[in-house]
C-alpha cells in the first residue's frame, strides 16, 4: 500500500488562526508552532532522509521518503498528514 504524506501549507498559517478574536500575538504564535514542526522535517531534508516532490503547486506539500528510517517522524509530525 502506497502511503503519501502531504503538508496543507494554507491550512497551517491561515485556518487555524482565531477568527473570532484574531489577534497579532495569535497570528505569531500559530505561525511560530508551525515553523518549530516544519524545522524538524527541514533537518530531515538536509539529512538526506526526504525531499520535497516537485509539483505545480505548493498547496499540499508532496513529501518524499527516501530513507525509511524516518517514516515514523514524518508521519507524527503534526503538520504532516498521511493519504493512502
Known amino acids: 500500500m502506497n502511503k503519501t504524506y502531504v503538508i496543507w501549507w494554507h491550512s497551517r498559517y491561515v ?3 482565531d477568527r473570532d478574536a484574531p489577534t497579532i500575538g495569535g497570528i505569531l504564535n500559530q505561525a511560530s508552532e508551525t ?3 516544519l ?3 527541514k533537518i530531515l531534508e538536509d539529512q538526506g532522509k526526504i525531499k520535497v516532490m516537485v509539483t505545480k ?3 499540499p506539500i508532496y513529501i518524499e521518503i ?3 528510517s524516518c517514516e515514523s ?3 507524527n509530525n503534526p503538520i504532516v498528514e498521511k493519504i493512502e
Open 66 to 68: 527516501l530513507d525509511e
Open 73 to 75: 517522524e514524518v508521519a
Open 39 to 41: 524545522e524538524k522535517l
Open 15 to 17: 485556518d487555524e488562526i
Open 35 to 37: 515553523l518549530k514542526d
Open 57 to 59: 503547486t505548493l498547496n
